[in-house]
């Protein structure tokens, strides 16, 4: 089992950037991706960023509507992992879970980011 807890999320004004924490725990030596979803109102889940958990390996992954605007980084260590989010759009505006894969899928319980002037 692993458990995430996601903090960070507000209100924003266009433009503007937050950013994302995601504390993992449990059985974390078994993570190999961690990574951030979200889900706009009346629309599906979406990959916005990926990044390998492992300790030999850095690897970050974005959606292209996130590209430069979004830095998806870990502290291992920490178990945390983080989502910085720039030049935020209002189409942004979601409510962002953290992904942990071992082979099973374990989410979070989101946090809501609104992007509204």
């Known amino acids: 089992q692993v458990q995430l807890v996601e903090s960070g999320g507000g209100l924003v004004q266009p433009g503007g950037s937050l950013r994302l924490s995601c504390a993992a725990s449990g059985r974390i030596f078994r993570i190999g991706v961690m990574g951030w979803y979200r889900q706009a109102p009346g629309k599906g889940r979406e990959l916005v960023a990926t990044?390998?958990?492992?300790?030999?390996?850095?690897?970050?992954n974005y959606a292209d509507s996130v590209k430069g605007r979004f830095t998806i980084s870990r502290e291992n260590d920490k178990n945390m992992v983080y989502l910085q989010m720039n030049s935020l759009k209002p189409e942004d505006t979601a409510v962002y879970y953290c992904n942990a894969f071992t082979g099973i899928s374990y989410w979070g319980k989101g946090t809501l980011v609104t992007v509204s002037s």
């Open positions: 990044i390998s958990f492992g300790a030999n390996t850095n690897l970050a």
